[in-house]
T-cell receptor, first 116, second 113 residues
Framework: DSGVTQTPKHLITATGQRVTLRCSPR?????VYWYQQSLDQGLQFLIQ???????AKGNILERFSAQQFPDLHSELNLSSLELGDSALYFC???????????????FGPGTRLTVL | DAKTTQPNSMESNEEEPVHLPCNHS???????IHWYRQLPSQGPEYVIH???SNVNNRMASLAIAEDRKSSTLILHRATLRDAAVYYC??????????????FGTGTRLTIIP
């Protein structure tokens, strides 16, 4: 158990719909990352938040958005869903970083999204 | 980001050591070498990381070549639970907005009972 929780575990929805994925980081971790894993693209970084602010963006579609709340939990919102958005979505968290070092990211169990 | 090259798949017998190679010929002097693994139906899991010296922890050992252009993850006694996809990832030291993990295709390790 990494200490990172994600809900729901599974989500089945239809094209055109909107869903929200939730992530609770490990206690004390300020950084939250979102990754998408699909069969054809592998694991890809979407977006990172640090202490409530967006810190880095990856290959995140404009239809997708995220935020991190004052209690440090994060939500990933996916709208106008397409069949190709079906994937596993992972959240990871890490502690505050010291300059000149690298962090260790702890991943949640993921949310499996199926768009029909 | 500097690129890593790993074999697509490897097999090993249970209770034997496993050596998973990673080539990273374009590594910069400050890049750390990280290994993560992903067990079936789970999120990725941190295994080990190092900069120049060999590293050991309870999960594995990391052997880094003297020129740092390659490294080897060593599982000393593989169990069936070690069957996973192993990712070798290069990471620059903390830099604003540069902490993401860039996953390649990894090595799928199969353990034979």
């Amino acid at each position: 158990d990494s200490g990172v929780t994600q809900t729901p575990k599974h989500l089945i929805t239809a094209t055109g719909q909107r869903v929200t994925l939730r992530c609770s980081p490990r206690s004390g971790d300020l950084s939250v990352y979102w990754y998408q894993q699909s069969l054809d693209q592998g694991l890809q970084f979407l977006i990172q938040y640090y202490n409530g602010e967006e810190r880095a963006k990856g290959n995140i579609l404009e239809r997708f958005s995220a935020q991190q709340f004052p209690d440090l939990h994060s939500e990933l919102n996916l709208s106008s869903l397409e069949l190709g958005d079906s994937a596993l979505y992972f959240c990871a968290s890490s502690v505050r970083l010291t300059s000149g070092t690298t962090d260790t990211q702890y991943f949640g169990p993921g949310t499996r999204l199926t768009v029909l | 980001d500097a690129k890593t090259t790993q074999p697509n798949s490897m097999e090993s017998n249970e209770e034997e050591p496993v050596h998973l190679p990673c080539n990273h010929s374009t590594i910069s002097g400050t890049d750390y070498i990280h290994w993560y693994r992903q067990l079936p139906s789970q999120g990725p899991e941190y295994v080990i990381h190092g900069l120049t010296s060999n590293v050991n922890n309870r999960m594995a050992s990391l052997a880094i070549a003297e020129d740092r252009k390659s490294s080897t993850l060593i599982l000393h006694r593989a169990t069936l639970r070690d069957a996973a996809v192993y990712y070798c990832i290069l990471r620059s030291p903390t830099n604003f907005g540069n902490e993401k993990l860039t996953f390649g295709t990894g090595t799928r390790l199969t353990i034979i009972p």
